[in-house]
């Protein structure tokens, strides 16, 4: 298995809902990472786990809240969000210090 | 936050012509990958370098590592139509027990049949 999973695909929520983001990859990679990508623009590195403890957190607002319940999994939860935080959510797994791996597909994230 | 400087933005090409575009960094980093994008789905992987003055190929693409370490170009030879989309460069290095990535602000692709 050499896939990064993410489930939904798509997703609607209003600014008063709280919903989550799921990530999966059986490779055995301890680095997991959540990028934010905005239409023609590059990803946007939000957080990054390493080891299951939270190695990186760039600047996000705590709206996002991620989760890393083990090696295989790692959450996005979302509350209260605004019409602004609409975008691509994707997921990232590598080894720590090794080769890169695939991104996952991609949660496309409409707040509304 | 850094970003990569990666030129051109877009290319309009006809279909069997060859693709040539490149990133530049003022600072140092130890790996270059290159990523394609098609809409609505994750970057894909398409090269990976990891050596200074790495020339590597895969299929009808080419990229090399510059020998600064501050820049890298991709290739791609007798393009067809599944070659459209945004390619991004992406500097790799390690902070804090995991990887980061730097990227371009892409490359949009358009061929005409």
């Known amino acids: 298995d050499t896939e990064v999973t993410q489930t939904p695909k798509h997703l609607v929520m209003g600014m008063t809902n709280k919903k989550s983001l799921k990530c999966e990859q059986h490779?055995?990679?301890?680095?997991m990472y959540w990028y934010k990508q905005k239409a023609k623009k590059p990803p946007e590195l939000m957080f990054v786990?390493?080891?299951?403890?939270?190695?990186i957190n760039e600047s996000v607002p705590s709206r996002f809240s991620p989760e890393c319940p083990n090696s295989s999994l790692l959450n996005l939860h979302l509350h209260a969000l605004q019409p602004e935080d609409s975008a691509l959510y994707l997921c990232?797994?590598?080894?720590?210090?090794?080769?890169?791996?695939?991104f996952g597909q991609g949660t496309r994230l409409t707040v509304v | 936050g850094q970003q990569l400087n990666q030129s051109p933005q877009s290319m309009f090409i006809q279909e069997g012509e060859d693709v040539s575009m490149n990133c530049t960094s003022s600072?140092?980093?130890?790996?270059w990958l290159w990523y394609k994008q098609d809409p609505g789905e994750g970057p894909v992987l398409l090269i990976a370098?990891?050596?200074?003055?790495e020339l590597t190929s895969n299929g009808r693409l080419t990229a090399q590592f510059g020998i600064t370490r501050k820049d890298s170009f991709l290739n791609i030879s007798a393009s067809i139509p599944s070659d459209v989309g945004i390619y991004f460069c992406?500097?790799?290095?390690?902070?804090?027990?995991?990887?980061?990535?730097?990227f371009g602000q892409g490359t949009r692709l358009t061929i005409n049949p």
């Open positions: 990232a797994s590598s080894q720590v210090l090794g080769v890169w791996a695939f």
């Open positions: 490779m055995g990679h301890r680095a």
């Open positions: 786990y390493s080891y299951e403890k939270l190695s």
């Open positions: 600072s140092i980093f130890n790996t």
């Open positions: 370098l990891y050596k200074a003055g």
């Open positions: 992406a500097g790799r290095r390690a902070i804090q027990g995991a990887q980061k990535l730097v």
